[in-house]
């Protein structure tokens, strides 16, 4: 046990983050081993297939600014892939706003009548209270606070409130803003300045522009990057062992750990100098043999996770959405998507899959619902919106991932604070990714991360938690 321990590197869970960061370490020569509890690679990137049917784990397309990261993607494959512009909508009373919002949808897109109520709400925010509408503490604010003092109250009530109650399930007051996806975080204000730059012709990067990169999607099915990826690590030398879940950790007095896990119904054991965990964090925490202080238990009970449920509908309706992918309100879904505009081999010939995205708490009644049912929860609704009636639909399958979100609660900082000191203090033990350091990051975002902490692992380099390092906050890693 303790030769094969020696410079192995053990990585815990096989999603885009794990791989990647297995990848670049076996491509260094670095002895390095995966365990994955589900059957396949790719976690959240990953993509279910049956009888020639592929459903992503949500409606994915690759895209990023980072070239290193964007070039390594689309090289996997040969030919490289091509890019493609990614079409995005939102429906918001019978309009179809483009997406992200921008102060250009909410004047010119929404009708005269939203646009001008949104328009007057937004001053009388800035008129009324100026010093408060001038904070913008992501830390402090809720949900609400951010987006009443950057939008005004008639969009937070119109939109802001219903979508993220619609999605968390938890009442905006009680969210953090940092649970606002980082596409629409800019204020009213900083998104109309950034139109009139564009028709300056000035040009900067920024977190609406990145929404508009050229996008990467495989032929068929997201999964497919990281299937390749997998295979590039496997190819140098790496171990992938699947369906084996991890049921204890274990650190040595060297500093080396021994990591219990079940495969099969059987109790079996791996070994290494170091380990890296990508595993939600709650899960993690309650692994370590011996337990951890009680106070540390106490603050994993207080993060959790959205889980993710898509429904996929087989049809041979095409054409169905004017955009790949499109969010609504007052739905029993909060996005639907069309995976013939992603690529038609995701599909019999002839045929065509319509994802719905369905918000859930794990273990309530919706996440335990069998696919039929979830199929009876939604068709009325997309019946009524013209895109799918009950007889368009000739076979259901479902995707379900119960960590897929972290939830930002208006007090999470200081439990998730608790966790990692926690962590930082195990010699050879780092956590990385969406679900291990619970940030709400892309996968492109994911795989920067993966690939500077393999130097600075291979470097010998110190390595501090996310709060420690400059630029890598839940806040700033999401954009």
Request: net charge neutral; hydrophobic share 35%; glycine share 8%.
């Amino acid at each position: 046990m303790m030769k094969e321990m020696e410079n192995r590197y053990l990585i815990l869970g096989g999603g885009i983050s794990g791989l990647t960061l297995g990848w670049k370490l076996a491509s260094a020569g670095a002895a390095a081993e995966i365990l994955e509890a589900s059957c396949r690679p790719g976690g959240l990137a990953g993509t279910l297939r049956e009888d020639g049917y592929s459903l992503d784990f949500g409606p994915h397309s690759f895209f990023s600014e980072d070239e290193e990261i964007s070039r390594t993607v689309r090289e996997l494959f040969d030919p490289p892939l091509k890019g493609k512009t990614r079409r995005v909508k939102f429906y918001f009373e019978g309009n179809y706003l483009d997406y992200p919002l921008t102060a250009f949808h909410i004047l010119f897109q929404m009708g005269p009548g939203p646009g001008l109520r949104a328009l007057l709400s937004l001053l009388k925010a800035k008129l009324f209270d100026p010093e408060k509408a001038a904070q913008n503490n992501l830390e402090n604010q809720s949900v609400e606070e951010w987006a009443k003092q950057n939008f005004g109250d008639y969009l937070y009530q119109t939109f802001f409130k219903p979508y993220t109650e619609q999605f968390w399930k938890i009442p905006a007051c009680e969210l953090s803003a940092r649970s606002i996806p980082s596409h629409t975080r800019l204020s009213f204000l900083k998104t109309l300045g950034h139109l009139l730059k564009k028709y300056n012709g000035v040009h900067s990067l920024s977190i609406i522009d990145r929404e508009r990169l050229p996008t990467y999607y495989p032929s068929t099915g997201y999964g497919e990057i990281s299937e390749r990826m997998a295979n590039r690590f496997l190819s140098r030398g790496g171990r992938l062992r699947l369906s084996c879940r991890v049921t204890g950790i274990h650190q040595l007095p060297d500093g080396g750990f021994e990591i219990e896990y079940e495969k099969e119904g059987r109790e079996k054991w791996a070994a290494g100098h170091c380990v890296i965990s990508t595993l939600p964090l709650p899960i993690l925490i309650h692994s370590f043999d011996p337990p951890p202080p009680a106070a540390v238990l106490e603050a994993a009970s207080k993060l959790d996770y959205r889980p993710l449920l898509m429904l996929g509908m087989a049809t041979q309706k095409q054409n169905i959405l004017p955009c790949d992918y499109l969010y609504l309100l007052h739905r029993p879904y909060n996005r639907i998507t069309e995976m013939n505009k992603f690529s038609e081999r995701t599909s019999p010939e002839g045929e065509n899959i319509l994802a719905a995205e369905i918000p859930c708490r794990r273990g309530d009644e919706i996440w335990n619902a069998s696919k039929e049912k979830l199929f009876e929860r939604c068709i009325e609704s997309l019946s009524q919106d013209g895109f799918l009636k009950r007889q368009d639909v000739s076979r259901l399958l479902l995707v379900k991932a119960p960590y897929a979100y972290p939830i930002y609660r208006k007090n999470y900082a200081g439990h998730l604070a608790a966790l990692m000191e926690f962590i930082q203090n195990k010699r050879n033990f780092y956590t990385l990714g969406r679900s291990g350091e619970f940030l709400y990051g892309d996968a492109d975002q994911c795989m920067r991360r993966a690939f500077d902490l393999a130097e600075k692992l291979l470097n010998g380099e110190k390595i501090l938690r996310p709060e420690t390092e400059s630029a890598l906050s839940p806040a700033e890693f999401a954009q």
